[in-house]
């Protein structure tokens, strides 16, 4: 294996996709299947919208739009943003901390295939004739339990699957920051998006485990007999809520806390300044994900845990407006006085910061224990959440898509149609949410189907249907600039924004499969701008050039994902047809047959010699 | 050091599971493996307390009508001394003496055997004797998620044990397999840690609380 570019056949290239551990290839699976499901969940959200355009709309059946906002919700969270975040984490941290690749590339590509047989399995709920779950994404065990067909089967071993997956990559991580940081380059010269990849890597390691218990509760109680949820035989529903949410708050950090992290690397490059308050950004983060755990009862406020609990957790989830608040002025303090230049990223994070605060203050109102019983379960709470989740991780989302496409492809995205996609974007997002508070304190519950007209609701949700469609614009403009980037394939260097601060704006775009070729000595925050200033043309290597040891690529990650994919098949439809037991000890059998081949076949990786090195050097100009 | 270098009992080093990058991150990254497994266990943990003796009727099963404490004592301490066994075969591993790593495990095996073949009988006496089967209550569910996760990792970590000797009995010790014998047995005591839980909370609480 060679990096000088070869042609190949499409063939070819999906093998090598297939059996890769190159995190930068498996960041690339990661972008492109996260972006099908952000693509999917936004057709969903666009249908929503479009049935409560106007009142009693029988645009789709009510059935059907339960299906429609539980998959949303479930696909966006799960298969989109997750995804889509981790992409980048795979993308950028090994190059930003000096590293060749992940602490486990095996493990890296399994996590991968899990996400992606986990969300194929999901949606594949739709063509079965039981539909997809509607159950609403938190599938609360009352409702659930009592759902006819086979969605919420789906929905439990769907996210199950990819479930596994997160949890191998949170643990990658977190060992891959931890040993393999480059010379000098300790916790604190650590750039701020890999501190926010350590702390959500941490949070999922801690959060999935509850929500992997829940599942198999589920699993168990649908599936296999069992009576957890089962109020007439001894059991009790408020479990799941507890465990979801033990879950399920954490994870809206482990989404915003990368978010975080690309914004501030995107501020500190295009203010050319460094992140102002440093430290404080990482105590912040640190306590931001530590708080994170112990709030995940303002969620249940309604259910009827009494006062004392509700005040503590009321209180705990305000706690967190402090580091989050200090954050917010450390991107500001970073912008002043700085040479600042707006492009497309730019925008994106300038735009962040009122639409975020936005979302921070309603969070506020919601986690006030008396007044949330006015609020729970309105579009009130609707807006909220997703001026976080799109006004903080969209949008970062949407930044790093534009500030990293050149370390990911090698081609540099179309400014203009970036700022067009940007405009049409910020504002539909705060035409279809701004709204939404009002609709909630006006009394529209979330999750309704339907309305009737005189009650005010009607205008409102027009503005919003109108705002939904506006971002669905916004991301076909997006999807057309990254088709002709592509078409073109104008090249570029390093550095294309010409103020990269880190380490991967030190390697060609994209970097070569060993990413270093010398391991960097790392002199400081900020190193690459540091050897900038000081006139060097590239990283002072930490070493001579040696050979390198690379892990081999392995089919065995697709086979394993598939067992465990074919597996639960087997146990959705084990009481209905013949098939499924059959199914189900295949599935298993492939699944942990391939981990026993795995564990017995040695792979002991290979060198590049170091002849070769010196030979790519001379054809492309690789410096370390 | 390198993983294919030869090595004797002189040159073996004092670490020899953390020697390699590879060793060092299967080392750490097995280490925060267990720090979720606690959390998931944890979780079954709560959910058996919550759903101890929630029964539908006065005729299902409750935990101090099914339980024995003789039983659970002989597994207890079965399952303890596989661990200390496990110890001994580790302690060889860092003395580079691989037959003797074998000989050890070989034991703990044994004993990780005959507690799975002990806790066997447990669940065919506890549904034949007592017609205690999963679906008869929330209390019954908990009780067989919870013992029936330890048990299949009990399984888990035999299969991991045997598969491990045999593949390499006949090659004996390298920095290669040397990381895999250490977490096998990391693993082996974190089974065994969950027992002293199980066997407090489940058994020994289900007889007098």
Do not use: C
């Amino acid at each position: 294996m060679s990096s000088i570019a070869q042609k190949r056949g499409f063939g070819a290239t999906l093998w090598d996709y297939m059996t890769t551990v190159d995190h930068k290839k498996i960041a690339i699976l990661y972008l492109a299947a996260g972006g099908f499901f952000f693509v999917l969940g936004g057709i969903e959200a666009l249908i929503i919208r479009i049935q409560l355009a106007i009142p009693n709309s029988n645009f789709v059946a009510a059935g059907f739009f339960n299906e429609l906002l539980t998959m949303h919700g479930v696909t966006m969270i799960f298969f989109a943003a997750m995804p889509i975040l981790i992409g980048f984490m795979n993308l950028i941290m090994p190059l930003q901390i000096g590293a060749r690749d992940v602490a486990f590339p095996f493990l890296n590509s399994l996590g991968f295939w899990l996400f992606f047989f986990g969300g194929l399995l999901l949606n594949i709920s739709w063509f079965t004739n039981g539909g997809a779950p509607a159950a609403g994404w938190t599938s609360y065990a009352s409702l659930s339990i009592h759902s006819t067909g086979h969605g919420i089967d789906y929905y439990a071993l769907g996210i199950q699957i990819s479930g596994f997956g997160t949890l191998m990559g949170g643990i990658n991580f977190l060992v891959t920051l931890i040993n393999m940081r480059a010379p000098g380059m300790t916790y604190m010269r650590m750039p701020m998006f890999s501190w926010t990849t350590f702390v959500a890597s941490a949070l999922i390691l801690f959060a999935f485990p509850p929500l992997t218990v829940a599942l198999f509760l589920l699993t168990f109680d649908r599936m296999f007999g069992g009576n957890f949820f089962n109020v007439t035989m001894g059991g009790n529903t408020i479990i799941w809520e507890h465990f979801f949410w033990i879950f399920g708050h954490p994870e809206v950090y482990i989404l915003i806390l990368p978010a975080f992290g690309i914004f501030s690397e995107i501020f500190s490059t295009f203010s050319r300044k460094r992140l102002f308050g440093y430290s404080s950004m990482v105590f912040a983060t640190v306590l931001i994900g530590f708080l994170g755990f112990m709030v995940w009862a303002h969620h249940m406020f309604t259910v009827g845990l009494g006062n004392i609990a509700n005040a503590i957790f009321a209180v705990a989830s305000f706690a967190i407006a402090v580091p989050t608040g200090i954050k917010i002025f450390n991107w500001l303090f970073t912008m002043w006085g700085g040479s600042i230049k707006f492009t497309t990223p730019m925008l994106y994070a300038a735009a962040f910061i009122p639409s975020f605060i936005m979302g921070g203050v309603t969070g506020i109102m919601v986690a006030t224990a008396p007044a949330d019983y006015q609020f729970h379960d309105t579009y009130f709470v609707v807006a909220h959440f997703h001026y976080v989740i799109v006004g903080g991780v969209v949008l970062a989302i949407l930044a790093g898509t534009h500030f990293y496409w050149p370390k990911a492809f090698g081609t540099m995205l179309n400014e203009t149609l970036g700022k067009i996609t940007f405009a049409l974007f910020l504002i539909g997002f705060h035409l279809t949410f701004f709204i939404q508070h009002f609709l909630g304190l006006m009394g529209m519950p979330r999750r309704i189907a339907s309305y009737n007209s005189g009650q005010g609701l009607d205008l409102g949700n027009m503005i919003s249907t109108v705002g939904a469609g506006l971002m669905g614009i916004a991301v076909i403009i997006l999807l057309y600039n990254i088709v002709i980037t592509q078409v073109k394939n104008v090249r570029v260097g390093n550095d294309p924004w010409e103020d990269g601060r880190t380490l991967e704006w030190a390697l060609p775009s994209p970097p070569p499969f060993y990413n270093f070729k010398q391991l960097p000595l790392v002199r400081g925050l900020d190193t690459y701008w540091l050897e900038k200033m000081e006139g060097n043309k590239g990283i002072t290597p930490a070493e001579p050039v040696g050979d390198i040891h690379m892990p081999n690529g392995s089919i065995l990650p697709v086979f394993i994902s598939l067992g465990f994919f074919i597996a639960s098949f087997g146990a959705i439809y084990r009481t209905v047809y013949s098939w499924g037991l059959a199914a189900l000890i295949i599935g298993l059998v492939i699944a942990f047959g391939s981990m026993l081949l795995r564990s017995l076949k040695d792979d002991h990786g290979f060198h590049i010699p170091k002849s070769e090195l010196m030979k790519d050097d001379k054809n492309k100009g690789v410096k370390a | 050091m390198h993983v294919e270098e030869k090595f004797t009992p002189k040159t073996w080093p004092e670490a020899p599971e953390k020697a390699t990058l590879e060793g060092k991150n299967k080392f750490l990254g097995f280490w925060f493996f267990l720090g979720g497994e606690t959390v998931l266990f944890a979780s079954l943990f709560a959910t058996y307390l919550a759903l101890k003796d929630k029964v539908p009727s006065k005729a299902a099963n409750i935990s101090s009508e099914i339980f024995t404490l003789p039983l659970a004592f002989i597994m207890t301490m079965v399952l303890l001394t596989s661990s200390i066994t496990s110890v001994y075969a580790i302690y060889h591993m860092k003395n580079y003496n691989f037959k003797k790593m074998q000989a050890w495990l070989f034991v703990t095996v044994a004993l990780g055997l005959t507690f799975l073949g002990l806790e066997i009988y447990e669940f065919y006496h506890y549904t034949h004797e007592f017609g205690f089967v999963f679906s008869e209550s929330a209390f019954s569910s908990a009780f067989y998620s919870l013992v029936g996760f330890h048990g299949g990792h009990v399984v888990f970590g035999l299969g991991w044990m045997i598969a491990l000797m045999v593949r390499n009995s006949k090659r004996g010790l390298s920095l290669y397999n040397a990381p895999k014998f250490y977490v096998a047995s990391l693993y082996w005591h974190f089974i065994d840690v969950v027992w002293v839980f199980i066997f407090t909370v489940v058994y020994l609480m289900g007889m007098v609380g």
